[in-house]
């Protein structure tokens, strides 16, 4: 077998028959990983038919048939937002997460959704401003596929078995028995060779593709074992050319690096349609499922889930979650308004404040950024002459949430003031930006973040619409 030696960069993809210190590309020192490149065409006989058949001859962009209605919905109308509709035939999606996350677990119930027909053809998404992009906020699904594909290179047909009964309990209530239809509509293999995954999904051609994970995938016509970087990206390129010329969408499980970073070489990303990520804090059942880049929607679209032992639920509204205690009238509670994506959430901030008897207060915070809270605690002291220099401040977010919004700083002072003056402000909704002169600024979106305070019930919005200094703003709450 000959083959030739090539050297490509884990991070940006950059390919250089040479070996070097320092990516000339991205600058990344030691980041060049040697892989061996097979010098004759790779094995998968039935995709070089498949190949062969496509016209080369260009198209008029008027000539080419796309319908929205191609889309099919995935059972999770937060998902479909998520990804811009629904999923769009051909599409190859890389979704990436922490170990534990409940990536597969995500996928197999959209698995079992799909092949027991719970996705309704007249499912309406969220109203976003983002999916005013597209003809109607209600698009029309396709009909329900029939088959699902679920390749895993990470478990025996009998382990996802068993996640599938777990999931997908009888009508009757008891978990073990999941429908028929089910069990014809999804198939199962056990299966970690690229080109063997490749021939099986050109001869079965099923409606949707699920492999899980790209870096359990090897070829024989690469050395190196699997999750290489050149494995990985023989495995993404073989895949994408399947979809892309059969029409079939492929959902891809991709692992995540200590730093976030999805494994393996960047120019995975590059090549995929959408990528998204599920995130979660270990200790909670909050997911998030963010997309990061979306050829056929919206980037920057958030959806939120609950996973337990019954698997993932989607959340419709979160504020049943992140508001845990807004019904309780305790000092130290304000509300505010946090941006995901371009999806308004109310969240709850709570702070406490007890004198401290150390030299140095502490500063404990639970969801927002420290250095973030020091800045806030100086401009309180400075401009609302409050004494938190000999206080122990703690702050927290309620529900696990994690703000890096500055819409949250006004709220985040009113709670430091409402808890160090023991006194209980009435409901109040503060969105705003506290600079370092004290002084509120505007936040983007703040109409939209207002509307949803309002369609929850809450009519007092404090901004810096109204008001224009921090002294104001305690000024006017304290009436």
């Not at 028929?180 to 509509?185: E, F, L, N, V």
């Not at 969240?347 to 007890?354: G, M, R, W």
């Amino acid at each position: 077998m000959k083959s030739s030696t090539s050297f490509v960069c884990e991070v940006c993809g950059y390919d250089t028959p040479a070996f070097m210190g320092k990516c000339p590309e991205c600058g990344t020192w030691n980041s060049l990983k040697e892989i061996k490149v097979p010098t004759f065409q790779a094995k998968s006989s039935k995709l070089k038919v498949q190949s062969s058949e496509q016209s080369f001859e260009p198209k008029k962009l008027s000539e080419i048939k796309f319908e929205e209605k191609n889309r099919f919905s995935s059972g999770f109308s937060e998902m479909d937002s998520v990804l811009g509709g629904g999923i769009v035939p051909g599409s190859v999606v890389l979704l990436a997460g922490d170990p534990g996350v409940g990536k597969s677990t995500l996928l197999l119930q959209l698995a079992l959704n799909i092949t027991s027909q719970k996705t309704q053809n007249t499912q309406k998404s969220r109203n976003s401003d983002s999916q005013k992009l597209r003809q109607s906020d209600s698009p029309s699904f396709q009909s329900i596929p029939k088959s699902v594909l679920y390749i895993s290179g990470e478990e025996s047909e009998q382990q996802i078995k068993l996640r599938a009964l777990r999931l997908a309990p009888s009508k009757g209530g008891q978990a073990g028995q999941a429908n028929k239809r089910t069990d014809d509509g999804l198939l199962l293999i056990s299966l970690a060779n690229t080109d063997a995954a490749v021939d099986i999904i050109s001869d079965i051609k099923p409606n949707l593709v699920i492999v899980d994970s790209i870096q359990a995938m090897e070829s024989e016509n690469l050395t190196g074992l699997s999750g290489s970087v050149g494995q990985v990206r023989y495995a993404g390129m073989q895949l994408i050319r399947v979809a892309k010329s059969l029409g079939i969408p492929i959902i891809i499980v991709g692992h995540v690096t200590k730093e976030g970073m999805v494994a393996g070489p960047m120019v995975l990303s590059h090549m995929v349609d959408t990528v998204l990520f599920l995130e979660g804090e270990k200790f909670t059942s909050i997911r998030l499922l963010r997309s990061f880049k979306n050829r056929f929607g919206p980037v920057d679209e958030v959806g939120v889930f609950t996973m337990d032992e019954r698997g993932m639920s989607e959340i419709k509204n979160p504020e049943e979650i992140f508001l845990s205690a807004k019904k309780i009238k305790e000092p130290g509670s304000v509300l505010t308004a946090t941006l995901e994506g371009t999806r308004p959430f109310l969240v709850e901030i709570q702070a406490l404040s007890v004198y401290s008897k150390l030299p140095y207060p502490r500063r404990v915070t639970s969801g927002i950024d420290s250095r973030r809270l020091e800045l806030l605690l100086a401009v309180i002291q400075k401009h609302a002459k409050l004494p938190v220099d000999t206080q122990d401040i703690f702050v927290n977010v309620a529900g696990g949430m994690k703000l890096s919004d500055p819409a949250s700083d006004l709220a985040i002072c009113l709670a430091i003031y409402s808890s160090l003056k023991n006194i209980t402000l009435t409901p109040v909704v503060a969105i705003a930006e506290v600079g370092l002169l004290g002084e509120l600024r505007q936040v983007s979106m703040f109409s939209k973040r207002a509307k949803e305070a309002k369609k929850l019930g809450f009519t007092k919005i404090l901004g810096a619409d109204k008001v224009r200094t921090l002294r104001e703003a305690i000024s006017l709450i304290s009436k």
